[in-house]
């Protein structure tokens, strides 16, 4: 996946790689990823980590704001 070939869905718009940031524990950043499965719920912790977890990627369209998110193997 080369980021100059993605195209917005919508408007055909070349789509910006980004990322989406989650604000956790003391207000520190991380980048959103994806887990395998459904979410299991821990006494402590809020979620069980998951065994199996990836970064995503976002790309934004620049003409009408469309978000499309991706979670590559690896990020180039």
Excluded: V
Excluded at 3 to 22: A, F, H, S, V, W
């Amino acid at each position: 996946m080369t980021d100059n070939r993605i195209e917005c869905c919508k408007c055909q718009t070349p789509m910006q790689p980004g990322y989406l940031m989650e604000k956790g524990h003391g207000n520190k950043h991380s980048i959103t990823t994806w887990a395998r499965g459904q979410p299991q719920k821990s006494f402590w912790m809020g979620l069980k980590s998951p065994q199996e977890k990836l970064e995503t990627r976002t790309y934004r369209c620049p003409r009408c704001g469309y978000l499309e998110t991706y979670a590559p193997t690896t990020i180039a």
